[in-house]
């Protein structure tokens, strides 16, 4: 699995971003180093919301990373309303950077335990010196009030006070302060209960409505993903296996390693047929990944060709593409 | 037994003060802890600590930090069984090395002689799980132990989990507080609120027949993958009360889409209907019986 190729890509329909070939290595001990991205290509479509799903150590939150230029690529391109961010000199990446932003999975370490949320959800505003201290003020009540917080009550407190889910509320606030085009999620409630869970993804989308977001979510929750996403992207060490709709790929996953991300779910029922593991072991060191396809060694269906050949991303059914030699 | 609850319910607290590591000037406990017989929930720390590894084990839920960073898997694993099996080190090391098979890890003995720190987090909690059954404990407390991990390896360890209770003949209690793990894992389910028990009943009934709103809410909060995509999700409003101030009538009455007037006054009381499936609520779902 794991494979490169650009099949997916949809040029004709003018994406707000598109990344092509992005590779981000990591200096390793010795002389070493490490490929969490290798070779990824995507698009993302004016309000669409794609959903980057893999196991940890995957690359998906440093693809993340990499697109907003958080962190340096060492190849590829990133090209962000027709801009290419890699190769923007740092004053004009700068003034891109209010159209996009991030919200990081620890809602309460992301947030200065100083400040006050007043002071957090204003800090965007201030450094970009958006309106008067009035204006201002008057824009951080109605943020804080979008994501489902009591202005009044809230705006003093630190960030200790709140839960949790409160503090992602203030996170998602913060983000949105400078009506970003693009909003990079990364494992969004992962460390949310599934209660609270499921406030914040509505809070998520009902803003991607009122703001006109685009989005890339990213998380090891396929079930979460299925919520929010129009596309999915499923990644395993740094590279694309299989890129389709949420309904096809959970209802047909085509690559073998999907397959074994779905059927490791554990559904609330117990009457559910047991399934057991549909892989064993754990994913190889992306120092030393395994020659041509990436996931042979834990794959059901590997044969000869596997190890000698990387699978390309094809087109299995319409919008529906898999990189792999021998699709379910 | 699976023990569900969201963060704060008590779940944890409920674990490690029947096993007597909640101690100290500041809490205040009452009730009794009856293991094997013994009374127990009265006894000092150095009593309790008798009946630990070979009585009773836990497996905590952040294999990161369960483990000693600078002593080698072997010597950890060897630990307990100098202390309560009395073993000599040549046969500690090699029960070690049996452990480490059963818990199915490949190459046993090179795992023995790392660190922690060179084990994935699957691996980690692989070897928690194999120091918690070193002495073949009776009754296993495991606290959400697959939380922290991937999916795929959190489908191996809970199988892992389920095969060694059943051939070390354990009793296990799992906490969680995913609805999708207690249903495929437990054969009687207590589901906690606000420190208290809302219900309990066997597996199958409680998710085929629950009368708790709290857990019906719970379960329809969690996303399904039978449930087309997009749209929005049920959810909860609100959240726990707070465990400093708490207010008059049902914990869950603020948040409960059935409430009535006596709700918000008094706490119902724990009720046992004919089957057996134990509840607290005044207007169940389905109502008494």
């Not at chain 1, 549909?278 to 834990?298: L, M, Q, V």
């Not at chain 2, 694993?77 to 500690?92: D, F, P, Q, T, Y």
């Amino acid at each position: 699995m794991a494979g490169s190729g650009k099949a997916h890509l949809r040029p004709s329909s003018d994406p707000i971003l598109s990344v092509e070939d992005l590779v981000v290595e990591f200096k390793a001990a010795g002389r070493e180093s490490i490929k969490a991205v290798s070779g990824i290509s995507f698009d993302l479509i004016r309000g669409e919301t794609l959903a980057v799903v893999g196991e940890s150590g995957c690359g998906k939150s440093t693809l993340g990373k990499a697109i907003l230029r958080l962190i340096p690529s060492s190849g590829g391109s990133v090209s962000f309303e027709g801009r290419d961010l890699l190769a923007l000199p740092d004053d004009e990446l700068r003034q891109m950077r209010p159209a996009m932003q991030m919200i990081f999975q620890d809602p309460v370490s992301s947030l200065d335990p100083r400040f006050s949320v007043a002071r957090l959800v204003e800090e965007p505003l201030a450094i970009w010196a958006r309106g008067t201290v009035e204006e201002r003020s008057k824009r951080v009540d109605e943020l804080l009030e979008a994501v489902g917080l009591d202005a009044h009550l809230v705006r003093d407190r630190k960030p200790y006070e709140f839960s949790g889910g409160q503090c992602q509320r203030i996170s998602i606030a913060r983000s949105l302060a400078l009506e970003p085009m693009l909003l990079v999620c990364d494992e969004p409630v992962s460390a949310l209960d599934v209660s609270v869970q499921a406030q914040i993804l509505n809070l998520l989308q009902d803003m991607k409505e009122r703001y006109g977001l685009t989005m890339v979510f990213i998380s090891h929750d396929l079930a979460v993903v299925k919520a929010v996403s129009t596309r999915i992207m499923v990644m395993y060490l740094g590279k694309v296996c299989e890129v389709a709709g949420p309904d096809t790929i959970y209802a047909q996953p085509r690559h073998h390693y999907t397959h074994a991300l779905v059927s490791s779910i554990p559904l609330p029922d117990p009457n559910a047929p047991r399934v057991r593991t549909a892989i064993e072991g754990e994913p190889p060191s992306p120092a030393n990944p395994p020659s041509g396809c990436r996931f042979r060694t834990r794959c059901p269906a590997a044969t000869d060709k596997c190890a000698v050949e990387e699978p390309q991303l094809t087109e299995v059914a319409p919008g529906h593409f898999v990189a792999c030699h021998h699709p379910r | 037994m699976g023990i569900v609850g969201e963060s704060g319910s008590g779940k944890t607290v409920m674990c490690r003060a029947a096993m007597g590591l909640l101690r100290g000037g500041n809490v205040r406990s009452s009730g009794s802890v009856v293991f094997d017989g013994d009374e127990i929930g009265n006894l000092p720390s150095a009593d309790v600590r008798k009946y630990f590894g070979t009585g009773m084990a836990m497996i905590f839920q952040d294999p990161m930090t369960a483990l000693n960073p600078v002593r080698r898997i072997g010597a950890q694993l060897a630990e307990s069984l100098v202390i309560r099996l009395g073993m000599n080190k040549k046969a500690a090391r090699d029960r070690a090395a049996e452990l480490l098979a059963l818990v199915r890890i490949p190459d046993p003995e090179a795992t023995l002689r790392k660190f922690p720190g060179q084990l994935s987090g699957g691996m980690r909690q692989r070897v928690v799980i194999a120091t918690a059954i070193a002495c073949k404990p009776k009754l296993l407390f495991a606290d959400e132990p697959t939380t922290a991990l991937d999916v795929t390896v959190q489908a191996q360890i809970l199988e892992l989990l389920s095969d060694l209770r059943r051939d070390l003949n354990m009793a296990m209690a799992l906490v969680t507080h995913d609805l999708g793990v207690v249903a495929n894992h437990t054969d009687y389910v207590t589901v906690l609120y606000a420190g208290l028990v809302v219900e309990q009943a066997p597996t199958t009934k409680l998710f085929t027949s629950m009368r708790m709103p709290y857990t019906e809410a719970l379960l329809k909060s969690i996303p399904r993958l039978d449930q087309p995509s997009g749209g929005r999700m049920p959810m909860i409003g609100g959240r726990l009360p707070d465990p400093t101030n708490p207010e008059p009538g049902c914990p869950f009455a603020p948040r409960c889409p059935y409430v009535q007037d006596r709700c918000r006054s008094e706490v119902p009381p724990l009720t046992t209907a004919a089957d057996g499936h134990v509840y607290r609520c005044f207007y169940p779902i389905g109502g008494h019986g």
